[in-house]
């Protein structure tokens, strides 16, 4: 049973979820201070991250009736990445078998959902309608420029003000300015995913950011301006009096945006060229399995991305408690 399960969640990404979670972490912790009710934002939590496996799930789903073709009686996808929708190629899942496992998370998330509309209000209806539509409408944002909104809505203001909202009762525009800092580096992760998969992406027949960008200088430029504007956010909490002065350790990851953004401009003039990897680099977990069986020129820009990500949260979550 719990490999079953484990194959469940290895075939929805769970490996995604400390998206959800650095980012929750920082609300629960100011919702907390507000006097939030800490079971409440726990529940939240599970609410969400079964929602971000719907999306992911959903996702491959789209992609697979959208990309797959027949060769010789064998169903392939010849225009994507190495094992992607595995699963469905292998026979392992059906497609019928991952829409009841996308119905299952949906429920769970629904349920959780109507219990905050009993207890709290119907205002949770509005955040989970939009929250709803994202799980749903994401694998055709992809194919339209638009991921990155929709990534930088689920994960910034939506997943803010909803957890903040049904810990605390009350609608303030504190949580949605508190995670801009959040959104723009979880955006950042993203981006560096679709410029690393920029020329898969594109005979995927996805018109990403990256490809619409030019997926080269122009998209690098653009990356380090959404660094930028996470570095920046971080000024108005302070100024706002969401945190405290303490809240500016947040720039002492600035080397650490420095090195993602040189290790991708490697990337644009020698795609095969893998950066050193140093002390500072963590954590690179599975780093020997990855360098034998996956790609590891994709991977060490997204460790760095997401690394990134999270110690941002991290310095975010303990100013907040710190206030």
Request: hydrophobic share 50%; glycine share 6%.
């Amino acid at each position: 049973m719990f490999k079953r399960i484990r194959f469940f969640l290895e075939c929805s990404r769970y490996y995604t979820l400390p998206m959800s979670f650095f980012s929750w972490i920082i609300v629960f912790a100011y919702s907390l201070k507000s006097g939030g009710n800490p079971y409440y934002g726990l529940l939240a939590l599970i609410g969400i991250m079964f929602a971000h496996l719907a999306t992911n799930l959903f996702d491959d789903i789209c992609d697979y009736k959208k990309l797959s073709k027949v060769y010789n009686g064998k169903i392939e996808l010849p225009n994507t990445q190495r094992g992607k929708c595995a699963y469905f190629i292998n026979g392992l899942l059906t497609t019928k078998q991952a829409l009841l496992l996308f119905m299952s998370y949906c429920i769970i998330s629904l349920l959780i959902g109507l219990f905050f509309v009993f207890k709290i209000g119907v205002f949770t209806l509005i955040l989970a309608g939009i929250g709803a539509l994202i799980v749903l409408l994401y694998s055709f944002l992809s194919y339209h420029s638009m991921s990155e909104i929709a990534v930088g809505a689920a994960f910034g203001p939506l997943l803010f003000e909803g957890v903040y909202y049904v810990m605390t009762g009350n609608i303030s525009i504190a949580p949605v300015i508190l995670s801009l800092p959040s959104m723009f580096f979880t955006i950042n992760l993203l981006f560096t995913d679709t410029f690393m998969d920029k020329d898969i992406d594109k005979n995927e027949g996805k018109l990403t950011l990256v490809n619409k960008l030019g997926a080269g200088k122009k998209a690098l430029a653009f990356q380090k301006l959404i660094v930028t504007f996470g570095y920046l956010s971080t000024l108005l909490l302070p100024a706002l009096n969401i945190c405290g002065i303490k809240v500016l350790s947040v720039f002492l990851t600035l080397p650490l945006a420095v090195d993602l953004a040189k290790s991708l401009e490697l990337y644009l003039e020698t795609p095969d060229k893998l950066p050193q990897k140093r002390w500072y680099h963590f954590p690179f977990e599975a780093w020997e399995d990855i360098k034998q069986n996956r790609s590891v020129i994709f991977m060490f820009r997204m460790y760095q991305a997401r690394n990134l990500m999270m110690y941002v949260s991290v310095i975010l979550t303990v100013s907040v408690l710190w206030t």
